[in-house]
């Protein structure tokens, strides 16, 4: 019988894996504002200012599904611990960068442990709770999400602003080391022990089939977004091949009990393959505005950088609020949530596009705060509860790696969103006047809404399906 100091227990022991997280996205959102310093400092040029945040989300996408094999296999607390650690050490290294080049290898290094953290935290959710408390525990998640993108523009300006051109770059990275090491010594106390599992064999050949199918996926996407070189794209055909073989392994081992990384009976729920297409489908709308409203805030309206995150607040401030909300209803209202929150997000982002061309710039904050909050809204109903709802019928000795796997989906999905709807919107630039940015990001938002419209589509055919299921039942 669970006593009361065990669920407190529980839930603080969610803090920490959401400080963790909330770490590793805030390293993203901080970077984008440290850049320009950054080049001012070590004199980088435009395409190394790119890998230094390119590197990392690179990294970060190879990692999750043979981190979550690894959770499930050898303890999450232990892999957590790992990733933490390694985050920490490499921030230190990060922050004392001697050249451009040393802070990319550092990043890189950053962002594969950055990877290996945010599985582990999928999984504990899976391993700690269970019906409506694991909905709200994923709401937390979403409401951690929300934070780190809203606060994590405002922490770099600030800390940039106290340590000056030189120092306040490196105290970005330097900020990781004390909440780091906090984390480390709370897990050890609170994180549960794992599961007594019987250990298996690592699927060497079958993460080294999946990473090189993901790595041509990705490296073509952040290469396409600094270069726009079309060439890239043929970088689909070997990701197309690595993926069948991995396919082709991981189901011959599957059927053979032998270990695969990736169990495709996962692949059997319906719910875990909508969550995963769904991923897949919303979130390169969710990478691509952001990217867009930043440029158009200081190349089109001519705002610092801190004055570009505090435009953005309202949309980051509507996704932590309607996350934390939709984790506690989550479970008795179902996919439909996840339907409506698309939907929301649409009718937020048309409402952006048509303010945008008829925007006063003296109010441009105050204009375009309303169709944000909405957008935010959208992204808190539907990203905390699809995660919740994929994984509901996975089995939790196999969290982590499905965790890994819906992750992975959605790094590749942030990847493309950022690339396609970024090059919408340069392609649509004509000169460097207001006018000709607003219309480019009027453009950029048509693009996300037809990916947010295959989204709706997704969700609308699983209640259909599901709505059949339970008439012949």
């Known amino acids: 019988m669970r006593t009361r100091d065990t669920d407190r227990s529980r839930w603080i022991a969610l803090v920490v894996c959401c400080s963790a997280m909330f770490m590793t996205l805030l390293d993203v959102s901080v970077t ?9 400092d070590m004199g980088a040029g435009a395409s190394q200012l790119q890998w230094i945040v390119s590197g990392y989300t690179l990294a970060f996408g190879l990692v999750p599904v043979l981190g979550g094999k690894l959770g499930d296999d050898h303890g999450r607390r232990l892999m957590f611990q790992i990733g933490v650690g ?3 050490v490499t921030s230190a290294l990060s922050g004392l960068a001697p050249t451009a080049g040393f802070l990319i290898a550092a990043r890189v290094l950053q962002g594969l442990f950055g990877g290996l953290i945010n599985p582990q935290t999928s999984g504990l959710v899976q391993q700690m709770f269970s019906g409506a408390d694991r909905g709200r525990a994923f709401g937390v998640l979403g409401t951690t999400v929300g934070l780190g993108t809203a606060i994590g523009p405002l922490v770099g300006g600030a800390l940039i602003a106290l340590g000056g051109p030189t120092l306040g770059w490196r105290l970005v990275f330097f900020v990781n080391i004390p909440v780091g090491l906090v984390v480390i010594a709370l897990s050890r106390r609170l994180l549960p022990p794992p599961n007594e599992t019987t250990r298996h064999r690592l699927d060497v050949l079958g993460a080294a089939l999946l990473g090189g199918a993901t790595f041509c996926v990705l490296f073509a996407c952040v290469e396409y977004d600094a270069l726009r070189d079309a060439r890239l794209a043929w970088l689909v055909v070997p990701a197309a091949v690595l993926l069948g ?5 991981e189901r011959r081992l599957t059927l053979e009990a032998r270990d695969p990384l990736v169990d495709l009976r996962l692949f059997r729920r319906p719910s875990y393959v909508s969550g995963i297409t769904l991923a897949l489908t919303f979130f390169p709308a969710i990478a691509g505005l952001p990217l867009v409203l930043a440029l158009f805030y200081q190349r089109g309206l001519g705002y610092t950088a801190l004055e570009s995150a505090l435009g953005v607040t309202a949309y980051a401030v509507g996704s932590a609020v309607s996350a934390a909300l939709s984790g506690r209803v989550v479970t008795r209202i179902g996919r439909k949530l996840v339907v409506a929150g698309a939907i929301t997000f649409g009718v937020g982002a048309i409402a952006l596009a048509v ?5 006063p710039t003296s109010h441009a904050t105050l204009a375009l705060a309303p169709p944000l909050f909405v957008m935010g809204c959208g992204q808190g109903m539907l990203i905390t ?5 994929a994984l509901v019928d996975v089995d939790p000795l196999m969290g982590s790696a499905a965790g890994g796997v819906l992750q992975t989906g959605q790094r590749i999905g942030l990847a493309i969103g950022q690339a396609l709807i970024g090059a919408v919107f340069f392609t649509s630039l004509a000169d ?3 006018a000709s940015y607003s219309r480019a990001l009027g453009h950029a938002v048509i693009a996300a809404i037809c990916f947010v419209s295959i989204a709706v589509a997704i969700g609308v ?7 059949r299921r339970e008439a012949r039942t």
């Open 385 to 389: 509860p699809n995660q919740t709802l």
């Open 432 to 434: 460097d006047s207001v």
């Open 245 to 249: 073989l991995f396919v082709g392994r």
């Open 32 to 40: 984008n504002v440290a850049l320009p310093s950054i080049g001012d």
């Open 355 to 359: 303010v945008a061309l008829h925007i």
């Open 461 to 467: 055919h699983d209640l259909r399906r599901t709505s």
């Open 86 to 88: 390694g985050f920490v």
